[in-house]
C-alpha cells in the first residue's frame, strides 16, 4: 500500500513538473514573440519615417537645382518656370512635416531634430528671399542670392539625414547590436583605407617634387568623399547613449586628431600642392603624421572589437 501510494506520489509529482514546465515554456514564448512582433512594429514605423525624410531631402535636392539654374538666367522667371518649384516645395515640406509629427512622439530631445527644424527656418527665410529674385531680370537681382540658396537648402537636406540618422530604429537585442558594431568596424576601415590612399598619393607627388595635378585632385576628391561619407555615419551612429564609453572616447581623439589637427596640416598641404608646390613638410614628414591620425581611426576599431566581445559574452553568460 505504501509503496503504491509512492509511485501515485511520484506519478503525481511528475505530470505537475511537466505541467509547470510546459506553462513556463508557454510564457517564455509568448514573451519572446511580443517582443519580436513589437520590435517588428517599431522597425516599420522607422522605416516610414525613413522613407519620409527620404522623399523630402530628394524634393529639396531637386528644388536646389530648378531654383539655382533660374537665379543665374539672365532673364526673369515665368509662372511656368514657378510652377514645378512650387510643386516639389510642396512635397518636400509635406513629408518632412510628416516626419517630424511621428518623430516628436517617439524621439523628442533628440538634437538633431532640433538642427533639422532650425535648418527649415532657416531655409523658409531664404526662400522668401528667393521667390522676390527669381520675378525679376538676371541684372537685376540680389548678387550671392543664388549660393546662398544652395547653402541653405544643402544645410537642411544634409540635417533631414542625419536626423534620418540619428532616428533610426535600434533593434534592443544583442544580436542586432553585434551586427550594428560591426557595420561600424567596416565602416571605419572604410574610413581608415581611403585616408591611407590619400597618404600615399600626397607622398608621391611630394617625394617627386610635383604639384596636384587636376586629375589627380579630381581622385583625391572623390576618395575624400567617401572618408567623410562613411565617417558621418560612424559619428551619427555612435553619438547615441547606450554607446559605450571606450567607443565614443576613441570617435573624440579622431575628432581631435585625424579631423582636428592632422586636417589643419592637410590643407596647408593642398594649399601648397595647387599652387608652387612648396610643401610645408616632406614626404617622410607627412607619412608619419598622416600614420599617426590614421592609427587613431584604427584604434577605433580596437575599441569596437572590444565591446563587441563583451557583449558577446554578456549574451552567451
Do not use: C
Not at 567617401?226 to 551619427?236: G, K, N, P, Q, R
Not at 581631435?256 to 617622410?284: C, H, I, S
Amino acid at each position: 500500500m505504501l509503496s503504491r501510494l509512492s509511485l501515485r506520489t511520484v506519478l503525481f509529482a511528475a505530470v505537475a513538473a511537466l505541467a509547470v514546465l510546459l506553462i513556463g515554456l508557454t510564457i517564455q514564448h509568448s514573451v519572446v514573440a511580443f517582443r519580436q512582433k513589437t520590435t517588428v512594429q517599431a522597425i516599420q514605423e522607422g522605416n516610414a519615417t525613413g522613407d519620409l525624410l527620404l522623399t523630402a531631402a530628394g524634393g529639396w535636392a531637386a528644388e536646389r537645382g530648378r531654383t539655382t539654374a533660374l537665379l543665374n538666367a539672365p532673364a526673369a522667371a515665368s509662372a511656368g518656370d514657378l510652377a514645378p518649384i512650387g510643386q516639389l516645395r510642396q512635397q518636400a515640406d509635406t513629408a518632412f512635416g510628416k516626419a517630424l509629427e511621428r518623430l516628436r512622439l517617439t524621439s523628442a530631445g533628440l538634437p538633431e531634430l532640433d538642427r533639422a527644424e532650425a535648418a527649415l527656418r532657416e531655409m523658409e527665410q531664404v526662400r522668401r528671399q528667393v521667390d522676390g529674385e527669381l520675378p525679376k531680370p538676371g541684372d537685376q537681382r540680389l548678387g550671392q542670392m543664388a549660393s546662398r540658396n544652395i547653402a541653405a537648402l544643402t544645410t537642411l537636406v544634409e540635417a533631414s539625414q542625419q536626423l534620418r540618422l540619428a532616428a533610426e530604429m535600434r533593434v534592443d537585442n544583442a544580436e542586432a547590436r553585434i551586427a550594428e558594431y560591426q557595420r561600424l568596424k567596416h565602416l571605419a576601415w572604410v574610413t581608415s583605407e581611403y585616408a591611407g590612399r590619400e597618404r600615399a598619393a600626397i607622398a608621391a607627388v611630394m617625394s617627386a617634387r610635383q604639384g596636384i595635378s587636376p586629375e589627380r585632385l579630381d581622385q583625391l576628391s572623390r576618395q575624400r568623399g567617401t572618408v567623410e561619407l562613411a565617417w558621418s555615419i560612424i559619428d551619427a551612429q555612435t553619438a547615441r547613449g547606450d554607446v559605450p564609453a571606450s567607443v565614443k572616447a576613441a570617435v573624440e581623439r579622431i575628432k581631435a586628431g585625424y579631423f582636428g589637427e592632422f586636417q589643419a596640416l592637410r590643407e596647408r598641404v593642398y594649399k601648397a600642392g595647387t599652387t608652387d608646390a612648396a610643401y610645408p613638410v616632406d614626404a617622410n614628414q607627412w607619412v608619419s603624421v598622416a600614420t599617426k591620425a590614421i592609427d587613431e581611426i584604427l584604434g577605433l576599431n580596437q575599441a569596437i572589437g572590444t565591446a563587441t566581445a563583451t557583449l558577446a559574452g554578456e549574451t552567451a553568460s
